[in-house]
């Protein structure tokens, strides 16, 4: 019985330290996951009198799915979150530089779909979905 009991209390020892590293991995990647939103960030307060803000929704980058977010355009940057409750913690999704934009354009018949439009940089194409034709061209 007692050799049961030390094992099962060596094991519970080896649980824990299991769990200890794999909660100290989880900070780390939050803290490295902050940090390159902060060098995106780039010191814009984009909670404080953004230039423009508003829903759209936005084709994911891996899975095509579309989902609706909420973007915020400062100081020629465009951020974008997942609820309009932004604030000094909120770390964004995403930024786009905008000085490193190629192009906008519509792009209702390249996805079929109405109020659409791509912007396009060096590196890549995304398309997103406007309300409307006025909040499409106003973007």
Request: charged share 35%.
């Amino acid at each position: 019985q007692l050799l049961n009991r030390l094992r099962a209390e060596n094991e519970r020892e080896r649980e824990n330290e299991r769990e200890s590293e794999e909660s100290g991995v989880e900070v780390m990647a939050q803290l490295l996951n902050r940090l390159r939103a902060e060098e995106r960030i780039a010191g814009v307060e984009f909670w404080h009198s953004p230039e423009r803000c508003g829903w759209l929704m936005k084709q994911g980058e891996y899975i095509k799915t579309w989902r609706r977010r909420w973007f915020i355009l400062k100081q020629g940057k465009i951020f974008w979150f997942k609820t309009e409750e932004v604030g000094p913690s909120s770390i964004p999704r995403g930024v786009i530089d905008v000085h490193r934009c190629l192009s906008v354009k519509g792009a209702e018949d390249v996805i079929n779909k109405a109020h659409a439009f791509e912007l396009s940089t060096y590196s890549e194409t995304m398309f997103f979905i406007a309300d409307s034709d006025k909040e499409k061209e106003e973007w």
